[in-house]
């Protein structure tokens, strides 16, 4: 049973666009939700994270957007360019679970010029 | 810049095949983990340790044995591979908070 779960697993924006990623959860011990993005041939790296306090967290045209009593987050890429092609990943750590992160199956997203 | 280095890059064996594969941190991190990569699986995560002799059981650990013989390596270890094994691999390092995970490049799998 997948704890986290991504919409969609693919999506293709055009340039300029707003690009909008969707992850939900079920675990309500979870309180720290990191996006890490994931190039072909590499490892992903974190992109932007958010606690479970927080309902909002910018950095540059990367937004998270945190719904707690709904168990919904998203992530906006604002003014999206063909560099930001690459699979998003939502991952989701509970405050009882150690160092232990749990990721979503992920959302391959492709920007068109 | 955070530094985590697998190897190999890829690996051909065998149904019943014995594999290791080995990864190594500079990071002076003492959590190390394991996860296999299938797509709509995400990433999941097999086995992971907190310092040299420690082990801790992951989500997906059967099939897989792991060893972390000092802070900085992280082995994982296939004894008897099938072919529901292949799959891309990444190891990753963290602070004890992690918050942060880095990941190294990723072992390609194949099990014949």
């Known amino acids: 049973q997948q704890q986290v779960r991504q919409s969609p697993q693919s999506l293709t924006v055009w340039e300029g666009e707003t690009a909008i990623l969707n992850c939900s959860y079920e675990n309500s011990a979870f309180d720290y939700f990191p996006w890490y993005q994931q190039f072909p041939g590499e490892g992903p790296a974190l992109l932007i994270s958010?606690?479970?306090?927080?309902n909002k967290k910018e950095d540059g045209r990367f937004t998270i957007f945190f719904n707690k009593r709904e168990k919904k987050l998203s992530l906006h890429i604002a003014d999206s360019q063909p560099g930001d092609s690459a699979t998003y990943f939502c991952?989701?750590?509970?405050?009882?679970?150690?160092?232990?992160?749990?990721f979503g199956g992920g959302t391959r997203l492709t920007v068109r010029p | 810049e955070a530094a985590v280095t697998q190897s190999p890059r890829n690996k051909v064996t065998v149904t019943g095949g014995n594999v290791t594969l080995s990864c190594r941190q500079t990071n002076s991190h003492n959590y190390m983990y394991w996860y296999r990569q299938d797509t709509g699986h995400g990433l999941r995560l097999i086995h992971y340790?907190?310092?040299?002799?420690?082990?801790q059981i992951g989500d997906v650990p059967d099939g897989y044995k792991a060893t972390r013989t000092t802070q900085e390596d992280f082995f994982l270890l296939l004894e008897l591979a099938s072919p529901s094994q292949t799959s891309l691999y990444f190891c990753?390092?963290?602070?004890?908070?992690?918050?942060?995970?880095?990941f190294g490049s990723g072992t390609r799998l194949t099990v014949l």
């Open positions: 990753a390092s963290s602070g004890d908070s992690a918050e942060t995970l880095y």
């Open positions: 340790s907190y310092g040299a002799g420690n082990l």
């Open positions: 958010i606690l479970s306090v927080s």
């Open positions: 991952a989701a750590r509970g405050n009882n679970a150690g160092a232990k992160l749990t």
